[in-house]
Structures are given as C-alpha cells and as structure tokens.
C-alpha cells in the first residue's frame, strides 16, 4: 500500500498558538534520520506583526500539555518567570459588596460519591449555621492566606483537593516553546506571507508566497495568524458566527507590569485596549487548512479560556491527523467536537453576566433580559430546583467549577439530592468539620507564594 502520510505541516503565525500547536508536532512526527517516517513541520512568522497581550492566565489543562510534552514544570515556571495560579476572584459581580471564588479543583473529598458542596447544602436547608462554601475549597483557602505549594501525588486528603494554573509572560512563554520545538526538528521561517496558492482543481491550499519571492509548499496548514485568519478567512472563507449578543464586551486591556518591592496581589501600569468580537468559525477545518487559536474563534478573557481553547484544538487535531486523502469526515468530526467544546466555554462564562442581580447600567440590564442558550437555561433550572449540575461537556468545565459560579452569584437550591437524606446528618457534620480543620491546618503549614518561588528559583524581578 501506498504511504500516504503527511509530509509537509506549514504554521502560519508564531506567538503562544503557532509553538503551543508547533511543539507537539516536532516532538510527534519530526525524524530526519527516518526519512520514510518524516514529517517537515515549519512555522512561518514575522517580526512586523505583533502578538495579541503581554501576559497570559491559563487553567490547570496546562498542566497536562506539559506533561505531554515532557516539560519539567520548575523549569517553565523559571524560563517563563510564571506564578502560580489557583482561581479567579469576582468582587462586586453579582452585586455590588459580593465577592467569590472559582478554586480549582472542587470542595474536598466526595462522601458516597456525592460532591461535599451538596452535604453543604444539605446542612445549610437544616438550619446550620456554617462558614462560607468556600472555606471547604483547599484552592480559596491557599489563595486568600496567599500559600502555595503543589498537592502531593497519590496522597487522597483533603488538602490534596485542588489544582494549579499559572500566570506567566507571554513572550517568554512563545520562547520557550519555539527553543522546544526547534530542538527536536522543526523549522522556522521569518517572513511576510503575500500571497495564497491555491490548487484550481479542489481550492485546497497549495503554497504559500512570500515577500522575498519565496514558496513554500505543504499538504497540511495551519492557521495560527490570530485575529487575521489568514487562511481560514481569507482563503478558504470560513464564515464566523458572532456571539456578541450574548458576550457583548468587545474590548480589554492588557497592562504589562513589573514588580517593586515585596509580591503584592495588585499590579499597576498603563493599559493596552484591545477590540474583539466574540464567536467562532463555523468550519475551523476546511481542506487542508485548519485554524487554531484567535483565527478559529475568541471567548472574552474572563476565565482565562485562550490557551486552553488552542491545547484543545491542538490535542484533537493531533489524535485525527489526516492522511493525504484528506477524507472530509475526519474534517466534519473535528469540527463537530470543536463546535460543542466552544459552546461549552462559552455557556460557562455567559452564566457570570447573566445571574448578576446589577442594574445599575446599561449594561448589566441587558445582560439580566438577555435570552441565553437552551443548554445553560437547562443548567441554571437544574441546579436552582434540584441543586444538581448538569455535566453537558464531560472534558469542559467541571461540577464543582459550575457549582462554584452558580452559588457565587447567588443560586440558592430549592432542594438538594435526596439521597443525601440516607446518611446520618450527625456524621455528615463530623466529616465537614474534619475536612474543614484538615484543610485550614494544612494551608497554614505551608509557605507564602513568594517563598515557593523562591525555593524553586523563579524570584520576579524587582
């Protein structure tokens, strides 16, 4: 049988998307010294244009990427001087005076496989008087005593429940990558793109040309060119689906800043509009092109979405990696998943505009009267009537994440799951309150943030 592996993968942009989808490609199929199982992975990229943001927040899915890549995280955390990260906070969200958490990683151990946050709800509903949800998060708890240290592996307690991300400086982060992939066989090509070649049989991509009167050849492309979707948009007309009627901010500032003096929780520097329009394209893989990152779509900056959109995109492209043939079904699937995986993201973060109960502007009137996506009204009555989650995207956000958003802007249970009604509520109090001192004892065993970082050699510059 004829070999009709790839040969040629071209990346167009570089940046956090082109080296995120470049590394696991050199690291999967670069391998000079077999020429009949080598596959040319090249990232073409210019210096005249600029990448969106300074600095970049993640979810803990980076965590794994690395891992895939056989990344130490010490050291990315110093090459990509990264802080760590165990949520985000949202202060006068649902209210002017509220403020909550969304930890990662949920709310301690289960009991009979049923998350602690509905026993909580279940004392609450009998009159107990009990501190915060949150204070069984082990996440919150690390974060407002401002400690770090990372779970230790294998060890099922309580303080274990939780998870990381991390904040680091986008540059950095693209530099690393491109030092990754490089090392292991692809290539880079600086330059400006002035023109697509496309075949006049099937108006698959052919080449593409550029200004120093190059060509450069491929069967696969990749669109990594961001908010310009040089491929998808301008060559293969890929249309866009705008969602702005349901995410309706349309800018955000970026604000590089270093730090002075000791590590506070606020930064200061002037910002960097930026202007968006939030949606995705309707064929993210159309021929042999397929987009990745700002070029397939864009969900606000809220909860930190961006990068982990673009490890999705690339770990579901790497799994169907297309022969020669370019069979469309194999297009029409990545798509189906990519489809449903933005409209997940996008559900989750539409629950935060829409449950606030601000009206004090325009804005928040609208978002308030807003008609919102079938699956999250389903979300919102299932919790608010049975104080149960509805896992609508097994690999997005997970229960304890909605739970967490929900109780946060307010969404108080009507009834809670029955069979919570079978365990003796006196036990249930002495597992609360053993999780909760657990919990609260380990944290205040464990070091500032500053001194983890410290101890692993990544100190912020002054």
Same mark, same amino acid.
């Given at each position: 049988?004829?070999?009709r592996?790839?040969?040629? *993968?071209?990346?167009? +942009? $570089?940046?956090?998307?082109?080296?995120?989808?470049a590394?696991?490609?050199?690291?999967?199929?670069?391998?000079?010294?077999e020429?009949?199982?080598?596959?040319?992975v090249?990232?073409?990229?210019?210096a005249?244009?600029?990448?969106?943001?300074?600095?970049?927040?993640?979810?803990?899915?980076?965590?794994?990427?690395?891992?895939?890549?056989?990344?130490?995280?010490?050291?990315?955390?110093?090459?990509?001087r990264a802080?760590?990260?165990?949520g *985000?906070?949202?202060q006068?969200?649902?209210? *002017?005076?509220n403020?909550?958490?969304? $930890?990662?990683?949920?709310?301690?151990?289960?009991?009979?496989?049923?998350?602690?946050?509905?026993?909580?709800?279940?004392?609450?509903?009998?009159?107990?008087?009990l501190?915060?949800y949150?204070?069984?998060?082990?996440?919150?708890?690390?974060?407002?005593?401002?400690?770090?240290?990372p779970?230790?592996?294998?060890e099922?307690?309580?303080?274990?429940?939780?998870?990381?991300a991390?904040?680091?400086?986008?540059?950095?982060?693209?530099?690393y990558?491109?030092?990754?992939?490089?090392?292991?066989?692809?290539?880079?090509v600086?330059?400006?793109?002035?023109?697509?070649?496309t075949?006049p049989?099937? $108006?698959?991509?052919?080449?593409?040309?550029?200004?120093?009167g190059?060509?450069?050849?491929?069967?696969?492309?990749?669109?990594? !060119?961001?908010?310009?979707?040089?491929?998808?948009? +301008?060559a293969?007309?890929?249309?866009?689906?705008?969602?702005?009627? &349901?995410?309706?901010c349309?800018?955000a500032? !970026?604000?590089?800043?270093?730090?002075? +003096?000791?590590?506070?929780p606020?930064t200061l520097d002037?910002?960097?509009?930026?202007?968006?329009?939030?949606?995705?394209?309707?064929?993210? &893989?159309?021929?042999?092109?397929?987009? *990745?990152?700002?070029? !397939?779509?864009?969900?606000?900056?809220?909860?930190?979405?961006?990068?982990?959109l673009?490890?999705?995109?690339?770990?579901r492209?790497?799994?169907?990696?297309?022969?020669?043939s370019?069979?469309p079904?194999? =297009?029409?699937?990545?798509?189906r998943?990519?489809a449903?995986?933005?409209?997940?993201?996008?559900?989750?973060?539409?629950?935060?505009?829409k449950?606030?109960?601000?009206?004090?502007?325009?804005?928040?009137?609208?978002?308030?009267?807003?008609?919102?996506?079938d699956?999250?009204?389903?979300?919102?009555?299932?919790f608010?009537?049975?104080?149960?989650v509805?896992?609508?995207?097994?690999?997005?956000?997970?229960?304890?994440?909605w739970?967490?958003?929900?109780?946060?802007?307010?969404?108080?249970?009507?009834?809670?799951?029955p069979?919570?009604?079978?365990?003796?509520?006196?036990?249930?109090?002495?597992?609360?309150?053993?999780?909760?001192?657990?919990? =609260?004892?380990?944290?205040?065993?464990?070091?500032?943030?500053?001194?983890?970082?410290?101890?692993?050699?990544?100190?912020?510059?002054?």
């Amino acid at each position: 049988m004829k070999n009709r592996a790839l040969r040629r *993968i071209v990346i167009v +942009g $570089g940046g956090s998307a082109g080296w995120i989808t470049a590394a696991p490609l050199a690291r999967m199929l670069c391998r000079p010294d077999e020429p009949d199982q080598h596959c040319e992975v090249t990232l073409i990229e210019s210096a005249e244009i600029g990448t969106v943001g300074v600095g970049e927040a993640t979810l803990p899915t980076i965590r794994f990427y690395n891992q895939l890549l056989g990344i130490d995280e010490a050291d990315f955390v110093r090459n990509t001087r990264a802080t760590f990260k165990l949520g *985000i906070e949202f202060q006068d969200w649902g209210r *002017i005076g509220n403020r909550f958490f969304h $930890g990662f990683g949920g709310f301690g151990p289960a009991i009979h496989n049923r998350p602690l946050w509905a026993y909580w709800l279940r004392l609450q509903a009998a009159g107990d008087n009990l501190p915060s949800y949150e204070e069984w998060s082990t996440a919150t708890v690390m974060a407002r005593h401002m400690r770090f240290v990372p779970p230790t592996p294998g060890e099922p307690s309580a303080a274990n429940a939780f998870d990381y991300a991390f904040h680091f400086d986008a540059s950095l982060y693209g530099a690393y990558l491109r030092d990754y992939a490089l090392q292991r066989g692809a290539r880079r090509v600086e330059g400006t793109i002035t023109r697509v070649e496309t075949r006049p049989d099937d $108006g698959f991509v052919a080449a593409l040309h550029m200004s120093n009167g190059s060509r450069i050849e491929g069967d696969l492309f990749i669109d990594c !060119s961001g908010f310009r979707a040089l491929l998808i948009d +301008g060559a293969m007309k890929s249309p866009y689906e705008d969602w702005s009627r &349901w995410l309706p901010c349309d800018r955000a500032m !970026s604000v590089p800043c270093e730090r002075a +003096g000791a590590m506070t929780p606020y930064t200061l520097d002037e910002p960097r509009r930026q202007r968006f329009v939030t949606g995705r394209r309707r064929q993210a &893989w159309m021929k042999n092109v397929v987009a *990745i990152g700002l070029s !397939s779509g864009f969900l606000e900056p809220l909860e930190s979405t961006s990068l982990h959109l673009i490890m999705d995109g690339v770990s579901r492209l790497t799994a169907m990696l297309p022969d020669l043939s370019f069979q469309p079904a194999l =297009a029409d699937e990545f798509n189906r998943q990519m489809a449903y995986r933005y409209e997940s993201v996008r559900d989750f973060i539409i629950l935060h505009y829409k449950l606030g109960e601000r009206r004090d502007s325009e804005f928040w009137r609208y978002c308030a009267d807003m008609p919102i996506p079938d699956d999250l009204a389903h979300q919102i009555a299932l919790f608010r009537k049975t104080g149960r989650v509805a896992v609508i995207e097994p690999e997005g956000f997970t229960e304890p994440s909605w739970a967490s958003i929900l109780m946060g802007l307010g969404v108080h249970p009507e009834r809670y799951d029955p069979y919570i009604d079978l365990v003796d509520p006196q036990t249930i109090r002495r597992h609360m309150h053993h999780v909760h001192r657990s919990i =609260a004892r380990t944290v205040s065993s464990m070091p500032s943030h500053q001194d983890f970082l410290d101890r692993i050699g990544q100190t912020p510059r002054a």
